[in-house]
């Protein structure tokens, strides 16, 4: 095993500025250094790696492939050695430094960001990058703290805290409604217009999901003249335009609902909910900032509240 040398962690914030950057003069400017001593510190790092770690041009320089792994590794690593130092001075007490958070875009605007104020007024020393994609990102690859999620990940390298139940039902408006009628079975939704999402991870449309009379699940396929891909917020602003009939959930159209501006069908057909889950990698120092973003998701979500982690 080669032998670690401590002066590598000045390298490494180093190669750590420059990425951030993209510029050698920009993270020498910001060290104190000059961008040659910065360039030749780089230039030893890989021959030390036997890797290009970025790729210049006479303008920028990017990062490469193996570039971008080293950054999100170095990132964590020093964020360690960091909660470390907080930790014997005793300023684990109070939470700081950059928390990534990766969250789906309907999750992300209906629930998250609504009570994000309470969490930043709590938590004054701490920075949030949130990321709203539909994506599933790999949290431990792409170097986020923790992520937001329907279900419970399969992934062995995270742990994951379920959050809630979230209930869906099936909605249209008014003015809809009263120019194509109530459906009262699902053989009727063969002459509605119906908005669909499809999944951007598979390309497949999601399935509305259902109790069937008998109590029985389930996961109801069909077809229809109307898909939205990429964000299924898209379904929900056509059905409130008054374009059909779509699936989403309580939380989202309580509002709506509350205003007369939206009606649920179908109920018969309803009871049926998705779990979330706020998820980190299990091998990841557990720092005192993800402690608090969790523990704050238990305290303000519907799901009953479990102890705080240790």
């Not at 949290?139 to 994951?160: H, K, M, S, W």
């Not at 939380?251 to 939206?262: D, H, K, M, S, V």
């Not at 990698?281 to 720092?287: D, G, I, K, T």
């Amino acid at each position: 095993m080669r032998a670690f040398d401590s002066t590598q962690v000045g390298t490494i914030e180093l190669f750590c500025k420059a990425a951030e950057f993209q510029s050698f003069s920009t993270a020498a400017e910001t060290l104190g250094l000059t961008p040659a001593s910065v360039s030749r510190s780089i230039k030893r790092l890989e021959e030390r790696l036997g890797v290009r770690l970025f790729s210049r041009t006479t303008r920028l320089v990017r990062l490469t492939r193996e570039g971008e792994l080293y950054w999100n590794e170095c990132k964590q690593a020093l964020e360690q050695i960091a909660e470390a130092e907080r930790i014997i001075t005793g300023q684990q007490k109070v939470p700081s430094g950059l928390l990534r958070i990766s969250v789906g875009t309907l999750y992300a605007n209906y629930r998250l960001l609504p009570i994000l104020k309470k969490f930043t007024s709590a938590y004054p020393q701490i920075e949030l990058e949130i990321s709203l994609s539909n994506r599933v990102a790999d949290i431990v690859e792409e170097g986020y703290d923790l992520a937001i999620r329907i279900g419970t990940p399969q992934d062995t390298r995270l742990i994951a805290h379920k959050l809630e139940d979230a209930t869906v039902g099936i909605f249209a408006t008014p003015e809809y409604l009263q120019e194509h009628g109530m459906p009262e079975h699902l053989n009727d939704l063969s002459n509605h217009d119906c908005l669909q999402f499809v999944l951007p991870s598979t390309g497949r449309i999601m399935p509305w999901i259902l109790n069937m009379p008998n109590g029985e699940p389930m996961d109801y396929q069909f077809n229809s003249r109307f898909r939205i891909h990429e964000d299924a917020f898209g379904c929900i602003s056509w059905g409130l335009a008054g374009g059909g009939l779509f699936q989403t959930y309580h939380f989202i159209a309580e509002p709506a609902l509350a205003r007369g501006e939206l009606v649920e069908v179908l109920k018969s057909y309803g009871g049926r909910s998705r779990q979330f889950s706020v998820t980190y990698p299990q091998n990841r120092h557990l720092s005192a900032r993800v402690r608090a973003f969790v523990d704050f998701l238990k305290t303000q979500l519907c799901y009953p509240s479990s102890p705080s982690l240790q």
